[in-house]
């Protein structure tokens, strides 16, 4: 399979969860830098909308299927993505491996309170972990050097981004190399998940692709008419795809004369 495969104009790297950890090791090992873009449908439709949230995701050395339902519509439009490689799933992966090899890591995100939950949350689960330094995710944009530099005096070589987009995108695509991580990843609301303020959507509505869903009755109000405008976008979005690239029987008959 070729490894990077495009789907709305936007160039993804097929790669299983395990060949993506595995990619971020070696980037520590080989003291490379990689920063990571995640796309679901949500952003897919974003981008479209926003040149400079499309430049920086674009602009990642890997960008990733986050979401089920981009797999699902790569498999309709014949671009063929081995599996979903979920965010949230990714950086526990990352943090264990982190734990296992001595690799220091860097916190960066969500309200102080949530914050400290978290990390007390992530001794308990990762105790030998190293964790280098955290600070919560809101600030000016005029603070973004000193912060990332802050990140680059800890030592740490992955960085986790517990931001919003298209916040966290911004930042990686300004400040990431500046930060020295190896592995820059943004993971979105998983600080408010590992904190226990929100809670994930149980594996089965994660594989049906409802995580969407689950979020959006915990939080009616705030999500429900977002979840539903990007989905009925990004459906629109993936018929139009999946018609440019079929050819009108008028035109098969056309060429048959």
């Known amino acids: 399979m070729n490894r990077r495969q495009?789907?709305?104009?936007?160039?993804?790297?097929?790669?299983?969860?395990?060949e993506t950890v595995q990619r971020c090791l070696d980037a520590v090992r080989r003291g490379e830098q990689i920063e990571i873009g995640m796309v679901n449908a949500a952003k897919l439709v974003a981008m479209r909308r926003d040149p400079r949230l499309a430049a920086a995701v674009s602009g990642c050395d890997?960008?990733?299927?986050?979401?089920?339902?981009?797999?699902?519509?790569?498999?309709?439009?014949?671009?063929?993505?081995?599996?979903?490689?979920?965010?949230?799933?990714?950086?526990?992966?990352?943090?264990?491996?982190?734990?296992?090899?001595?690799?220091?890591?860097?916190?960066?995100?969500?309200?102080?309170?949530?914050?400290?939950?978290?990390?007390?949350?992530?001794?308990?689960?990762?105790?030998?972990?190293?964790?280098?330094?955290?600070?919560?995710?809101?600030?000016?944009?005029?603070?973004?050097?000193d912060i990332a530099d802050a990140v680059a005096d800890s030592g740490a070589r992955l960085l986790f981004l517990g931001m919003t987009s298209p916040k966290k995108e911004m930042f990686t695509a300004g400040y990431g190399k500046r930060t020295g991580a190896h592995v820059?990843?943004?993971?979105?609301?998983?600080?408010?998940i590992l904190a226990g303020i929100t809670k994930r959507a149980p594996l089965v509505w994660q594989r049906m692709g409802l995580e969407w869903f689950y979020r959006t009755l915990q939080e009616p109000r705030r999500l429900g008419k977002r979840y539903l405008t990007t989905n009925a976008a990004f459906l629109a979005m993936t018929a139009r795809e999946l018609i440019r690239r079929t050819p009108s029987a008028a035109g098969s008959a056309n060429r048959s004369h």
């Open 6 to 18: 495009s789907l709305f104009g936007v160039t993804l790297d097929a790669l299983t969860m395990d």
């Open 184 to 192: 820059v990843h943004g993971v979105g609301g998983s600080f408010d």
């Open 62 to 145: 890997l960008v990733l299927a986050d979401g089920q339902a981009v797999v699902w519509a790569g498999r309709i439009l014949g671009v063929r993505l081995p599996e979903r490689v979920a965010g949230i799933d990714l950086f526990m992966r990352l943090l264990a491996a982190a734990e296992a090899a001595g690799i220091p890591v860097y916190l960066l995100g969500a309200r102080q309170d949530v914050l400290g939950m978290m990390l007390d949350r992530i001794a308990e689960r990762f105790p030998g972990l190293r964790v280098a330094g955290s600070r919560n995710g809101y600030f000016d944009d005029s603070e973004q050097p």
